[in-house]
């Protein structure tokens, strides 16, 4: 089913309510802004300006996702990153900052941060890159997605959000579930690494493709260690996953 506003899948809490996400930056129009193209979504948002009511909204909202200015008029958004995480440790985390250097990246990702958008950005990127981290978190799910996953003897539960292969349970990542969920999605069928990044990371990486070649090394090592491989390198096109021929 598609979201009949945006035109995109609609993505609900796994309990098919909608999607809880908090914004939080001192320039209330860019807020107003951000909150309209998430209600688009069809999501419940809240607004904060400053640290001590972004903490005291989430502990009313409990959301699913903080959309997170990084300089706040009372404290930065690392030191309200802790206190969030205190009220929800799941919670998504999406900072929006004006700086764009190595350093900061890293650091934000250290805090706990699971992503990093740098001012100005569009609107699209934002709803974009909060929709890939709320799949890949298990947070989210797309109402028309079927519960179970089957190619040869991988099986995989959406619902219980569970992988096994020859009924042997295998430990994925969110990210890693959302890259294996994708593979056995069109099995057969190759996969680039353009349309890899684009539904699993849902925005383009420009440059940063070998972010795909990481993460299909982390499922071999996963899915196929000890076995005969399932997922398979088609040079100059990309991945394939296919059950294995008895």
């Keep these: 089913m598609n979201n009949a506003r945006s035109g995109r899948p609609a993505l609900t809490r796994p309990d098919g309510t909608p999607l809880r996400v908090l914004v939080v930056d001192d320039d209330p129009d860019l807020a107003e802004v951000l909150s309209g193209a998430l209600r688009y979504e069809g999501w419940q948002i809240r607004t904060a300006g400053d ?4 903490v005291a909204t989430a502990r009313e909202l409990l959301p699913d996702a903080v959309v997170l200015d990084v300089m706040l008029p009372d404290t930065d958004g690392f030191a309200v990153l802790r206190d969030l995480h205190t009220v929800k ?8 900052t004006a700086r764009d250097t190595v350093e900061d990246r890293i650091k934000g ?3 706990g941060g699971d992503d990093y958008v740098t001012k100005p950005f569009s609107l699209e990127e934002v709803v974009a890159r909060l929709r890939g981290l709320l799949r890949r978190a298990g947070m ?3 109402l028309d997605e079927g519960p179970r ?16 292969r020859g009924g042997e349970l295998i430990e994925l990542s969110p990210t890693e579930f959302e890259l294996l969920r994708f593979l056995m999605r069109n099995p057969r069928r190759v996969l680039s690494k353009a349309q890899i990044l684009d539904r699993v990371w849902s925005y383009d990486f420009g440059g940063r493709a070998h972010v795909v070649e990481l993460y299909i ?14 997922i398979h390198t088609v040079r100059g096109a990309g991945y394939v996953i296919k059950p294995v021929t008895p």
């Design 51 to 54: 640290g001590a009511s972004a």
């Design 89 to 96: 440790s799941d919670v998504c985390v999406l900072f929006l």
């Design 109 to 111: 990702i250290t805090a």
């Design 140 to 142: 989210a799910r797309q």
């Design 149 to 164: 996953l089957t190619v040869g003897d991988l099986v995989m539960d959406e619902d219980a959000r569970e992988v096994t």
């Design 217 to 230: 090394s982390y499922l071999r090592k996963k899915v196929d260690a000890g076995r005969e491989p399932m």
